[in-house]
């Protein structure tokens, strides 16, 4: 009778790899911050060769980015009107960037974007351009506003983290709702 046996060699299993590293990277981040996070200390935090790290992401910034992709999954828009929406949208960002190691690698790899073309170019379009569509479909705005929308309400939340070292509090988020409500909500200009 033929062995049915793989023809894989013994290791860990690919499948479940992605949520192995993901969970290591942002346990290290929240450990020891987004600087000393570095691929090697995410690999053994995750059990896991650098080798295993680098055949998926190509560097740091890439991993981060999937990472955080992973936590954030689709923007729930919900509600029936545009205050609605942004309402919601404006509460689930800032609840993600207050779980555990997320808003410090989300801090991080802003900061390190400024002078890394490439790095910014990922977070543009893999990061930034899916929730930036979602929400122009949803709002019916042009991306300029949207745009915008995302620079005041992440940058606002990524300021707090920075200063702060915590996440905004539920009372600051709702004046930050209302001020952009404020400017936001109303028929587009």
Same mark, same amino acid.
């Given at each position: 009778?033929?062995?049915?046996?793989?023809?894989?060699?013994?290791?860990?299993?690919?499948?479940?790899?992605?949520? %192995?590293?993901?969970? /290591?990277?942002?346990?290290?981040?929240?450990?020891?911050?987004?600087?000393?996070?570095?691929?090697? +200390?995410? /690999?053994?935090?995750?059990?896991?060769?650098?080798?295993?790290?680098? +055949?998926?992401?190509?560097?740091?910034?890439?991993?981060?980015?999937?990472?955080?992709?992973?936590?954030?999954?689709?923007?729930?828009?919900?509600?029936?009107?545009?205050?609605?929406?942004?309402?919601?949208?404006?509460?689930?960002?800032?609840?993600?960037?207050?779980?555990?190691?997320?808003?410090?690698?989300?801090?991080?790899?802003?900061?390190? /974007?400024?002078?890394?073309?490439?790095? +910014?170019?990922?977070?543009?379009?893999?990061?930034?351009?899916?929730?930036?569509?979602?929400?122009?479909?949803?709002?019916?705005?042009?991306?300029?506003?949207?745009?915008?929308?995302?620079?005041?309400?992440?940058?606002?939340?990524?300021?707090?983290?920075?200063?702060?070292?915590?996440?905004?509090?539920?009372?600051?988020?709702?004046?930050?709702?209302?001020? %952009?409500?404020?400017?936001?909500?109303?028929?587009? /200009?």
């Amino acid at each position: 009778m033929a062995s049915t046996a793989s023809a894989r060699p013994p290791g860990r299993p690919r499948a479940g790899v992605n949520d %192995v590293v993901f969970a /290591a990277t942002l346990s290290t981040v929240q450990e020891l911050g987004y600087a000393r996070a570095t691929v090697d +200390r995410i /690999a053994a935090a995750a059990g896991v060769a650098k080798t295993t790290i680098y +055949r998926r992401w190509p560097s740091k910034g890439a991993l981060i980015v999937d990472c955080l992709l992973d936590v954030f999954g689709p923007v729930p828009l919900e509600g029936t009107g545009r205050a609605e929406l942004m309402s919601s949208a404006i509460h689930w960002i800032a609840g993600k960037i207050s779980e555990p190691g997320v808003g410090d690698a989300f801090a991080g790899v802003f900061s390190d /974007a400024v002078s890394d073309p490439a790095l +910014r170019e990922i977070l543009s379009t893999r990061l930034q351009d899916p929730y930036r569509l979602a929400l122009q479909d949803a709002l019916g705005e042009p991306e300029d506003r949207v745009l915008f929308f995302i620079d005041v309400v992440v940058g606002t939340l990524l300021h707090r983290m920075g200063m702060t070292g915590e996440p905004m509090v539920e009372a600051d988020v709702a004046a930050l709702v209302e001020m %952009v409500l404020s400017h936001f909500a109303d028929d587009p /200009a």
